[in-house]
Each structure stands twice: as C-alpha cells, then as structure tokens.
T-cell receptor
Framework: KQEVTQIPAALSVPEGENLVLNCSFTDSAIYNLQWFRQDPGKGLTSLLL?????REQTSGRLNASLDKSSGRSTLYIAASQPGDSATYLC???????????FGKGTRLSVIA | DAGVIQSPRHEVTEMGQEVTLRCKPI?????LFWYRQTMMRGLELLIYFNNNVPIDDSGMPEDRFSAKMPNASFSTLKIQPSEPRDSAVYFC???????????FGQGTRLTVV
C-alpha cells in the first residue's frame, strides 16, 4: 500500500528565503506525482504535475523534482513571499485512472 | 470550463438526518474521486469512478455512506443517517484518466450536530 510522507509538517521562514519542501513515497512504481496548494478553508489548487518519466517541472518561482528510484520529490520555492503562506500537499498516482494518495502536507508561513 | 463544482458549500444538519453532497466534474473528464479531509486524518479517498462506474469504494467508512454517478456530468455522495463524526470537508475531484492533473472542487464543509 502506497504511503506518502511530507517533512516538515510546518515551516516558518522570513520573506525572501529560498526553501525546499520534501515528499517521500514508499512504492517507487508511480505513474505521476502532483503538488497542490491549499489555503485555509479553501480547496486544493494544482501547482505542478510530474510524470514518472520526468525529472522536474517548473512554474514561475516553483520547481518540483522527482527521483523515483529513491521515492522522493522536492518542491523548491524561490524568493518566498507572504502570499506563499499555505499548506502544500504532495500526492502520487500509482497507475493511470487510479486515485491520488496524499501526504498530510507541510504548513508554510512566510513572515514579512 | 468552470472547474469542478460542488454543492452545497456548507451544510449543517442534525444527527440522524440524510445528507446529499453533489459534484459536477470538468466536462470531458472520465475519472471522478470523492475525498474527505479532517485535521486528524488528512485527505482520505472514499470512492472513485472511471467512466461512471464505481471502481473502489473500500474507503467508504460505513454502509451509511453511498455514492452514485448516473452520468458523466454528475455524482452524489449520500450519508444516511448522518452522525457527528461525519463532520469534515468533502472534496470531489476529476481528471482525464491519469494523464492530466486532478482538479478539485472547493469542497463541502459538513457539520453534523
């Protein structure tokens, strides 16, 4: 059974810092991995999708990497801003048409 | 497309009442998922459908929970009778197989008193 772990559970950084959020999964035979952002009381917003054949994806200040063999992904946020404060969730899909398995998220606070 | 649409956004009901949550997936998506989110357990999959057919409902906590997808553009999650421990945020998500991103609705916050 696939399990997804995110470390740390919470993180507080000053504005402007570059930071890395970590995600690990137990079964390396994944189909793809997706990073989401969730603001308090809101739904999930998709940030990046990495297919199993890819090593990384970039969107603006966000860069997500994938190392399938070690069962790890990282989300790099450059030049953090207070507006980046949210919970970041990592989720993996084991095969096409199967559901996403989620980690419990990392709650990020960027202090101005 | 307006994205995944869920209704209602908030529901407060008394214990023992029937609750029906609704979801309209993104047009053209053939996979639909129902998740429940709580502080203690995070996001848990309840059930998912492919091409309107339920594939795995092992996450449905009890027989009080049921879900249907009568057509490609509509799904319901029903709880009957509701209990206080069912209080949570229920999310619906859809995708085009596993190829595309999964998109989530805004969720229904259910409170059972």
């Amino acid at each position: 059974k696939q399990e997804v772990t995110q470390i740390p559970a919470a993180l507080s950084v000053p504005e402007g810092e570059n930071l890395v959020l970590n995600c690990s999964f137990t079964d390396s035979a994944i189909y793809n991995l997706q990073w989401f952002r969730q603001d308090p009381g809101k739904g999930l917003t998709s940030l990046l999708l990495i297919q199993s054949s890819q090593r990384e994806q970039t969107s603006g200040r966000l860069n997500a990497s994938l190392d399938k063999s070690s069962g790890r992904s990282t989300l790099y946020i450059a030049a953090s801003q207070p507006g980046d404060s949210a919970t970041y969730l990592c989720a993996v899909r084991n095969s096409g048409n199967t559901p996403l398995v989620f980690g419990k998220g990392t709650r990020l606070s960027v202090i101005a | 497309d307006a994205g995944v649409i869920q209704s209602p956004r908030h529901e407060v009901t008394e214990m023992g009442q029937e609750v029906t949550l609704r979801c309209k997936p993104i047009s053209g998506h053939n996979s639909l998922f129902w998740y429940r989110q709580t502080m203690m357990r995070g996001l848990e999959l309840l059930i998912y459908f492919n091409n309107n057919v339920p594939i795995d409902d092992s996450g449905m906590p009890e027989d009080r929970f049921s879900a249907k997808m009568p057509n490609a553009s509509f799904s319901t999650l029903k709880i009957q009778p509701s209990e206080p421990r069912d209080s949570a945020v229920y999310f619906c998500a859809s995708s085009l197989g596993g190829v595309t991103e999964a998109f989530f609705g805004q969720g229904t916050r259910l409170t059972v008193v």
